[in-house]
């Protein structure tokens, strides 16, 4: 009974307490709700500003960066930034000063630096791409590191994104991008076509040679004005293997080549050149076996 009573006194105690205090503060904590209140309008508000600030900067981007990818990256940091000095109106309202919230600011970006090592990585890999311009928007692309290939569809802040030629989307890190080797295949208008085609060693080699040639002429695709070659590139262990060499604009590489190798085809039928196929010739000695 003793316990029961002074457990009813002790909590008596704490609820005198806890209505002394908000008597004492009710000032105090009335103007802090009214300016969590306040700060919630204005980050509402601040969200609405921040909407409509961005369409001119989106503008004057546009107009100065002729890359979208770097018009995309400067405008998600303009964003960022925005939104970062919303966060210190907010704190100034809720009433942590500016150089508590300046010490904060900084205290995390070095956390959050240490933490997330990979994603400061990846942003300082998107200016890099962004000041270097190795790449653009629209141009194909392959990242020799981990073997990504595709058609560069944006850089953004973290993640550059690649659209691969069967339609599937590649968010390569822009650090990974920007400490690889990348071969821009679209980076110039015009590409050399190079292949090589076997023949066997009974067939015509000088006919061969002629009919790739009269081809190549004769391909609409291919860039007439600039140097054709045909040649014996190898003599390989079933077959002569004709090289040849032909330039294209770099958008009909692929057409062109596929064009090429069908026609090959049919008129090395139509003309009895032979395209062997790999062989391996045995000799089996006949006298061991007999005399066994």
């Given at each position: 009974?003793?316990?029961?009573?002074?457990?009813?006194?002790?909590?008596?105690?704490?609820?005198?307490?806890?209505?002394?205090?908000?008597?004492?503060?009710?000032?105090?904590?009335?103007?802090?709700?009214?300016?969590?209140i306040?700060?919630?309008?204005?980050?509402?508000?601040g969200?609405?500003?921040?909407?409509?600030?961005?369409?001119?900067?989106?503008?004057?981007?546009?107009?100065?960066?002729?890359?979208?990818?770097?018009?995309?990256?400067?405008?998600?940091?303009?964003?960022?930034?925005?939104?970062?000095?919303?966060?210190?109106?907010?704190?100034?309202?809720?009433?942590?000063?500016?150089?508590?919230?300046?010490?904060?600011?900084?205290?995390?970006?070095?956390?959050?630096?240490?933490?997330?090592?990979?994603?400061?990585?990846?942003?300082?890999?998107?200016?890099?791409?962004?000041m270097?311009?190795?790449?653009?928007?629209?141009?194909?692309?392959?990242?020799?590191?981990?073997?990504?290939?595709?058609?560069?569809?944006?850089?953004?802040?973290?993640?550059?994104?690649?659209?691969?030629?069967?339609?599937?989307?590649?968010?390569?890190?822009?650090?990974?991008?920007?400490?690889?080797?990348?071969?821009?295949?679209?980076?110039?208008?015009?590409?050399?076509?190079?292949?090589?085609?076997?023949?066997?060693?009974?067939s015509?080699?000088?006919?061969?040679?002629?009919?790739?040639?009269?081809?190549?002429?004769?391909?609409?695709?291919?860039?007439?004005?600039?140097?054709?070659?045909?040649?014996?590139?190898?003599?390989?262990?079933?077959?002569?293997?004709i090289?040849?060499?032909?330039?294209?604009?770099?958008?009909?590489?692929?057409?062109?080549?596929?064009?090429?190798?069908?026609?090959?085809?049919?008129?090395?039928?139509?003309?009895?050149?032979?395209?062997?196929?790999?062989?391996?010739?045995?000799?089996?000695?006949?006298?061991?076996?007999?005399?066994?």
């Amino acid at each position: 009974m003793d316990s029961v009573t002074e457990l009813q006194q002790t909590t008596v105690e704490e609820a005198n307490r806890m209505v002394t205090y908000f008597q004492e503060n009710a000032s105090n904590i009335l103007i802090f709700g009214l300016r969590i209140i306040f700060a919630v309008a204005i980050f509402f508000i601040g969200r609405k500003v921040i909407t409509l600030l961005l369409r001119p900067v989106d503008r004057f981007f546009k107009r100065s960066i002729k890359e979208e990818s770097g018009h995309h990256f400067m405008v998600s940091l303009s964003k960022a930034g925005m939104y970062v000095v919303l966060a210190g109106i907010l704190a100034s309202i809720v009433g942590i000063s500016t150089t508590s919230f300046a010490a904060l600011i900084a205290s995390l970006g070095v956390g959050v630096g240490l933490a997330l090592k990979e994603s400061m990585s990846n942003l300082a890999g998107g200016m890099i791409l962004l000041m270097t311009k190795p790449v653009g928007s629209g141009e194909y692309i392959k990242e020799d590191g981990h073997g990504n290939e595709g058609t560069v569809q944006k850089i953004g802040l973290f993640y550059t994104t690649l659209v691969t030629p069967d339609n599937q989307v590649i968010n390569l890190p822009n650090g990974v991008l920007a400490n690889s080797g990348i071969t821009n295949v679209s980076g110039q208008k015009k590409r050399e076509l190079r292949y090589t085609v076997g023949i066997s060693y009974e067939s015509d080699l000088k006919k061969a040679k002629n009919l790739i040639l009269e081809i190549l002429s004769h391909e609409e695709m291919v860039l007439q004005e600039e140097s054709k070659q045909v040649f014996v590139d190898e003599l390989g262990d079933s077959a002569v293997k004709i090289g040849w060499r032909a330039w294209v604009a770099t958008e009909n590489y692929w057409t062109a080549k596929w064009n090429i190798l069908e026609q090959i085809k049919i008129v090395f039928d139509k003309e009895g050149i032979e395209i062997p196929f790999s062989q391996l010739d045995v000799n089996l000695d006949t006298s061991k076996i007999r005399s066994k």
